[in-house]
């Protein structure tokens, strides 16, 4: 916090940056052209994103929320709202940020006081105290537009009575200028934090501040998912950038160091020991990296694929239809992928050994600014009993969703397992998909008698379900790469080539981890609940 103007300077060179990254035109990549952007789809901007994300994170939060602030506005808001507040945020020069959690209200968004008082003049009041609001005050634009849950006076209580408004930083005057005597949205404070330290994860305070109500009353929690599973797919972005560093970190390093000799006989004979991408349990280290992030990047550009249809869609059905596919898929993106880049960030400093664990490398801020990702935007606990409670065992008819992506994964395997390149991969991805299918259904049979089951089973669950979802990405990806590989020239023969053991190994080293996933999410949930709570850790 920079107390000479209450507000927070960003680390040097971030302005800078910034302000080539608006020049270009990258913060409008798909937004609509009649609001000031270029049109483009938004698969694209994901593309755009991870190489951002990958270079820097930190730096990346600030223009990448301002996508969810702009597609709330767009799909929720009134014209005016559109006209007024997406223009500036697709050229960069104003930013977007979303205000959900209160001290008292993290997850458990019930509990919600933020209040908002309309006024005769149609706009509200707000008041209340958001924390843990990323990127929510900043010295790279000239206004940051808060998207914030609040309640009227005549709201029901939980949920069902939150409602979503827009809070600028500066109130906008009819004449479209900035009104900046008076902030009509400050900074307490600032956290400071494990990692993504550049990012400011700021205290907001609302005091009686002017806000405009964003869609219908009481709807609000409906309205701001359109933001959340944005930052959420955001987030699992930056699971694939932190991969994606990580790896690129590692190869360098274990293709140049040196230590002790292979155990199949010496390699580097000039050198005093072989370069340790020899020893197998590197060449572990570096393959799983290389395995996950790939096969997460074709998943999420699969969810890109969905996005595209989903904004071109003519109809409310198609719509919905499109939204509910990447719904299922934006729960592993975000919990699984997450996850298994804590593994990729812990191998790249596990392969550099002690080297890997002090600051001149670099590989410690990785694993550092990588270890938030489990947690914001839902922590993965959540992400796994939303995939198993919401989307599919409570969706109606239950299980719909797992049934139309399982019918396509053995689509699939039907067609192509005559292959014989491709009929032990098939035959293998086929009996996981069957029996994920299968554990669904007994999971299902199970809550029925005892509904805990939901709770016990749904983080095993989710990585089965990631295993299995990279597997399908690793079949299709195999399958072009042995069709392609025969006509191939240059360069293009040893990247199909790679493609194809890189599969080879996802198969053999990394899927047959669901088994034990498979295993664990059956047990009974008395083996978790029946300890008293006071027995788990005695303090007295």
């Given at each position: ?42 698969s694209l901007s994901l593309a755009r994103t991870e190489l951002v994300a990958t ?339 409570t969706s109606k008819p239950p299980l719909r969703l797992l049934s139309g992506y ?135």
């Amino acid at each position: 916090i920079n107390a000479e103007y209450m507000g927070v300077t960003t680390p040097a060179g971030f302005k800078e940056a910034y302000a080539q990254y608006i020049e270009a035109g990258w913060t409008g990549l798909s937004v609509p052209t009649q609001y000031g952007g270029q049109g483009l789809p938004a698969s694209l901007s994901l593309a755009r994103t991870e190489l951002v994300a990958t270079a820097n994170w930190t730096w990346s939060m600030y223009p990448g929320l301002s996508m969810g602030a702009m597609e709330t506005v767009l799909l929720h808001g009134t014209e005016e709202l559109k006209n007024t507040y997406v223009p500036p945020m697709a050229a960069g020069t104003w930013t977007g940020v979303m205000d959900l959690t209160e001290s008292q209200a993290g997850t458990d968004l019930n509990q919600v006081k933020t209040k908002a008082i309309p006024q005769s003049d149609g706009t509200y009041r707000v008041t209340g105290e958001k924390i843990f609001i990323s990127c929510g005050e900043h010295d790279m634009a000239e206004n940051i537009v808060h998207i914030v849950l609040a309640r009227l006076p005549d709201a029901p209580p939980g949920t069902r009575g939150i409602s979503l408004f827009l809070v600028p930083k500066y109130v906008v005057k009819a004449d479209g200028t900035l009104d900046k005597s008076k902030k009509n949205v400050v900074t307490s404070s600032i956290e400071h934090k494990m990692g993504i330290k550049g990012s400011s994860t700021c205290v907001v305070v609302f005091d009686e501040a002017v806000g405009y109500l964003i869609g219908t009353a009481n709807k609000g929690l409906k309205h701001m998912f359109t933001f959340m599973n944005l930052a959420r797919l955001g987030t699992g972005i930056q699971g694939i950038g932190t991969m994606e560093l990580a790896l690129q970190n590692s190869v360098p390093y274990v293709r140049e160091r040196t230590s002790m000799r292979a155990l199949s006989g010496t390699k580097d004979k000039d050198k005093g020991g072989d370069r340790i991408i020899h020893h197998p349990d590197v060449r572990r280290m570096v393959l799983i990296q290389k395995a996950l992030v790939e096969g997460g990047r074709a998943l999420l550009y699969r969810v890109g694929k969905l996005s595209d249809k989903f904004m071109a869609a003519k109809t409310e059905k198609e719509q919905n239809r499109y939204e509910d596919e990447m719904g299922l898929y934006t729960p592993v993106l975000k919990g699984f992928l997450t996850e298994v880049s804590q593994e990729a960030a812990y191998h790249g400093q596990q392969v550099y050994g002690g080297h890997g664990y002090i600051k001149e490398w670099g590989m410690e801020q990785i694993a550092r600014d990588a270890r938030i990702s489990t947690m914001y935007e839902g922590t993965t606990g959540i992400q796994a009993i939303d995939l198993l409670g919401r989307k599919l065992l409570t969706s109606k008819p239950p299980l719909r969703l797992l049934s139309g992506y399982a019918k396509e994964i053995l689509g699939f395997c039907a067609a192509n397992v005559t292959d014989p390149k491709m009929t032990r991969m098939c035959l293998t991805l086929a009996g996981y998909t069957l029996q994920w299918v299968t554990l669904t259904t007994r999971i299902l049979a199970k809550a029925a008698r005892n509904k805990e089951i939901v709770g016990s089973a749904s983080y095993p669950y989710l990585f089965y379900s990631g295993y299995v979802m990279l597997a399908h990405q690793w079949a299709v990806m195999a399958q072009v790469a042995h069709k392609k590989l025969p006509q191939a020239k240059g360069d293009d023969v040893e990247f199909y080539r790679t493609k194809l053991q890189t599969a080879d190994f996802y198969y053999k080293w990394l899927l047959p981890r669901a088994r034990g996933y498979k295993k664990v999410m059956l047990n009974d949930p008395k083996t978790l609940l029946d300890m008293k709570e006071e027995s788990i850790c005695p303090l007295d």
